[in-house]
């Protein structure tokens, strides 16, 4: 019975949550003006309805369930891959053209191996990885811890006031297309050093020295798992945090150095390099790369040189404006939002399941609140954008031909431009204004 009681409990909660909703109350007539509201509630709104509509899409038929997640065959596909390719021996970037994690990820992968090896199966057989005994048991394990830390990491970010709001955010994040229907549906290391990558972000400020530091390690272990989080770190030379970004370094080299003498040695350094770069040339056009975008865009509308040419100049423009913007403002969330978005679309080879790097710079921008004027416009623009690319937006299927890939990047793409120009605008020309 306590059971029972206690989802009665939750279950009243969430609808206590919908009635009391800004969307509902505003759709309904009711006090728009008699209080603010803060980012955390808009994200929970627009992702609910975004989620919720989508459920109302799969009962009726509307939109097929298959058709918001990535290929079934290759599902829980680089979970089991990369525990493949650890028991091939240490030659693993020598043997396999896509082992793309540093060696500490492949440490990791190895214990996992190790709990149930598979006999006779060869390395790249990952589908027999994936069916020998209780091995989905293992990758069902890697889910729900990550799940429990990112919810955990909700309420860190957002407080204890809202505990029922707070963990239901937490649920709609796991049930969005970057999460469900990308990184977990692939098995990849990504969700968790995205996680990993939120606690960096609240700790790298906390008064506690131990959570400094802590967040330090954090950031040298997500660069240990996958390399290109070492961008990060650039944080620390914004603020002129030299000792710490010293620290950094010294904790990325060890973690990513040191394992490799467990991983084919020092030879493996050039391999695994060199896995990389054929990764990144020999990327195909994907909507949610800088390159792979432009590409798309205007395919057909110039010659396949000129093509090359302006797609990868258009990467280069936006690594340096999203360096530079980074470096111009003094807002917390937008310049997470401009490094993490590095992170998500500048390597050519990157996949959908990058958005989830965008969950850090959603939860910082949450713990603001606002007012519904002109003076926060910005604000609530990035909330409702990043809750859309945070919930199951099927609708998206129905308006672009792509499907929901080609819909999120449109979106976050528009948005990325116009907070960089708004970034720009505040540093360069309110400035000289100002001195005039």
């Given at each position: 019975m306590n059971g029972v009681n206690e989802i009665r409990l939750l279950l009243k909660g969430i609808i206590r949550l919908v009635m009391e909703s800004f969307w509902l109350r505003v759709l309904t007539g009711g006090g728009m003006r008699k209080r603010n509201f803060t980012n955390a509630e808009i994200f929970f709104a627009v992702s609910l309805i975004g989620t919720a509509s989508t459920l109302v899409f799969w009962i009726t038929g509307l939109i097929g369930f298959d058709q918001c997640f990535l290929s079934k065959e290759h599902m829980f596909a680089d979970f089991f891959s990369h525990?493949?390719?650890?028991?091939?021996?240490?030659?693993?970037?020598?043997?396999?053209?896509?082992?793309?994690?540093?060696?500490?990820?492949?440490?990791?992968?190895?214990?996992?191996?190790?709990?149930?090896?598979?006999?006779?199966?060869?390395?790249?057989?990952?589908?027999?990885?994936?069916?020998?005994?209780?091995?989905?048991?293992?990758?069902?394990?890697?889910?729900?811890?990550t799940a429990i830390l990112l919810v955990e990491c909700v309420h860190s970010f957002l407080g204890k006031e809202h505990r029922i709001r707070n963990t239901v955010t937490g649920i709609l994040i796991i049930c969005s297309y970057p999460f469900i229907a990308a990184s977990i549906q692939r098995g990849n290391i990504i969700a968790l050093v995205s996680v990993l990558l939120c606690y960096f972000l609240l700790w790298m400020d906390s008064d506690s020295k131990i959570k400094r530091e802590l967040a330090i390690i954090l950031l040298a272990v997500a660069i240990g798992f996958k390399i290109y989080p070492a961008i990060l770190g650039i944080w620390y030379l914004y603020e002129k945090r030299y000792k710490e970004f010293v620290r950094l370094v010294i904790y990325a080299v060890v973690l990513f150095f040191v394992p490799f003498i467990f991983i084919g040695g020092i030879e493996s350094i050039r391999d695994y390099f060199l896995v990389l770069w054929n990764l990144a040339s020999g990327a195909e056009d994907r909507w949610g790369t800088v390159q792979g975008f432009v590409a798309i865009?205007?395919?057909?509308?110039?010659?396949?040189?000129?093509?090359?040419?302006?797609?990868?100049?258009?990467?280069?423009?936006?690594?340096?404006?999203?360096?530079?913007?980074?470096?111009?403002?003094?807002?917390?969330?937008?310049?997470?939002?401009?490094?993490?978005?590095?992170?998500?679309?500048?390597?050519?080879?990157?996949?959908?399941?990058?958005?989830?790097?965008?969950?850090?710079?959603?939860?910082?921008?949450?713990?603001?609140?606002?007012?519904?004027?002109?003076?926060?416009?910005?604000?609530?623009?990035?909330?409702?954008?990043?809750?859309?690319?945070?919930?199951?937006?099927?609708?998206?299927?129905?308006?672009?031909?792509?499907?929901?890939?080609?819909?999120?990047?449109?979106?976050?793409?528009?948005?990325?431009?116009?907070?960089?120009?708004?970034?720009?605008?505040?540093?360069?020309?309110?400035?000289?204004?100002?001195?005039?």
């Open positions: 525990i493949g390719y650890v028991s091939a021996g240490d030659e693993i970037y020598r043997q396999f053209k896509d082992a793309c994690f540093p060696p500490l990820a492949y440490c990791l992968y190895y214990l996992l191996w190790k709990l149930n090896p598979v006999p006779g199966a060869e390395p790249g057989d990952w589908k027999s990885f994936r069916s020998f005994g209780n091995n989905m048991l293992i990758m069902m394990a890697y889910t729900i811890i865009v205007i395919d057909g509308k110039v010659s396949p040189t000129n093509k090359i040419l302006i797609s990868r100049g258009c990467e280069i423009v936006f690594l340096v404006v999203a360096l530079l913007c980074g470096w111009f403002t003094n807002s917390k969330w937008k310049r997470a939002f401009f490094l993490y978005m590095i992170l998500v679309s500048f390597v050519p080879s990157s996949h959908v399941y990058n958005l989830v790097y965008l969950l850090a710079p959603a939860l910082m921008l949450m713990r603001e609140d606002n007012t519904l004027d002109h003076r926060n416009i910005i604000s609530v623009l990035a909330t409702v954008v990043l809750a859309i690319v945070f919930s199951m937006p099927a609708w998206m299927i129905l308006v672009f031909r792509e499907g929901i890939q080609e819909g999120i990047f449109k979106v976050l793409f528009l948005f990325f431009a116009l907070l960089a120009v708004e970034t720009i605008w505040r540093k360069v020309i309110i400035r000289r204004f100002a001195q005039a």
